[in-house]
């Protein structure tokens, strides 16, 4: 991927995040003349014009699971992501709990990013975070991270133009998170963000954090003494706490070991290169869009795409 000058935007969307909401926010009465349902496609698509619109990315990049729940994760904390699993067959392998009717609109959403000339892009053994971790990290023009995912707030950076365009509340009341929002949500820095959550812990990742550790004390503890490492340092030594929270640093002691490297999204994968830039569509990728819409009744969210493109 190559990005030319100081002026070009790559927007990174977190790609499963997107289509989950799009899933239960478009009815699912929305179907294909076969019958397929199609209202996670159509969805995801709209949101793709609508930011596309908006923002005003030169580069795109749907980020991708190539695998949502990486052994090497759950090695390290056994609980990551585990009320998400579902067993596929007794003893076989753990599948993502995806609704049956968005499982099959995924290879139609990767069908309508192939005709439409959006980049995807994943990690064998990593999930889509890591991916956005590496090509924001690795970018050197602005960057907006679109998901409803609080662990990408860790790659908030004012200083390089690296922001994350939150979901959470809607499509239609979109959050810029900026380092200003970050510490007025949680009183600590985008760089301290990972080290927040590891004390804190997110029950929605199965992580359990530290006992007896909450937002405020996570925050508080970060103030004086910078970053986990400091935490662990002062609490061995006695420094700087209260007898209770540094028992509580203490006892959490084995899970600080590991959760970090759970927590911290990767940035130094080794991503494929495409051609990520933005461009209208030419005759014979036009013709070819608006086909695949024909056959999946996905008219006016692929035209709203190729409206934005014509825009770019």
């Keep these: 991927m190559t990005m030319s000058t100081h002026s070009d935007r790559l927007m990174l969307l977190d790609s499963a995040s997107l289509y989950f909401r799009a899933f239960y926010g478009v009815p699912d009465t929305v179907h294909a003349p076969d019958g397929t349902p199609v209202n996670a496609v159509r969805g995801f698509l709209d949101m793709i014009a609508k930011l596309v619109t908006r923002y005003e990315p030169t580069h795109l990049v749907a980020c991708w699971d190539d695998d949502w729940r990486p052994q090497w994760r759950v090695d390290l904390i056994p609980s990551y992501k585990t009320h998400r699993v579902v067993e596929a067959v007794a003893a076989g392998p753990d599948v993502e709990e995806v609704p049956d009717p968005l499982q099959i609109q995924v290879p139609i959403i990767l069908e309508a990013l192939a005709a439409l000339g959006i980049a995807v892009i994943g990690a064998p053994e990593h999930e889509a975070d890591d991916v956005i971790g590496t090509l924001a ?7 907006d991270i679109v998901t409803g995912d609080r662990d990408l707030f860790q790659l908030v950076d004012d200083a390089r133009d690296v922001r994350v365009i939150y979901t959470a509340r809607g499509m239609s009341n979109l959050e810029d998170v900026t380092d200003a929002t970050v510490v007025a949500k949680y009183g600590v820095l985008p760089s301290q963000y990972a080290d927040f959550a590891t004390l804190r812990g997110d029950s929605s990742d199965g992580l359990p954090g530290v006992v007896g550790i909450g937002e405020k004390t996570a925050a508080t503890l970060l103030a004086a003494h910078g970053d986990l490492a400091g935490i662990r340092a002062a609490a061995a030594a006695g420094d700087g706490m209260s007898a209770g929270v540094r028992n509580k640093v203490l006892a959490g002691g084995d899970y600080l070991d590991v959760a970090p490297a759970v927590v911290q999204v990767v940035t130094d994968l080794d991503l494929p290169t495409p051609d990520t830039a933005l461009r209208p569509l ?8 608006i086909a695949l819409a024909e056959r999946w009744s996905l008219g006016i969210s692929v035209s709203r795409v190729i409206d934005a493109l014509d825009r770019t």
């Design 137 to 143: 990290t690795t970018a050197t023009g602005a960057v």
């Design 282 to 289: 030419d005759a014979a990728a036009r013709a070819s869009a």
